[in-house]
């Protein structure tokens, strides 16, 4: 996250960052971003998944 969001920009205010992050978080890390813990599924795909299971 780090090197893909925080040292990419430079925020005003820690207002700012606290928004861009939670956009990063929510927008693309947990809906796009593969994740090798998960066999390379999203969390949401891994979410989705489990749902249709239960």
Do not use: D, W
Request: proline letters at 2%; a negative charge; hydrophobic letters at 30%.
């Amino acid at each position: 996250m780090k090197k893909e969001e925080v040292y990419q920009n430079q925020y005003q205010s820690f207002e700012q960052a606290k928004l861009a992050l939670f956009q990063y978080i929510e927008g693309f890390y947990n809906r796009t971003r593969i994740h090798s813990s998960i066999n390379y599924l999203t969390p949401q795909e891994m979410e989705t998944l489990c749902q249709q299971v239960a």
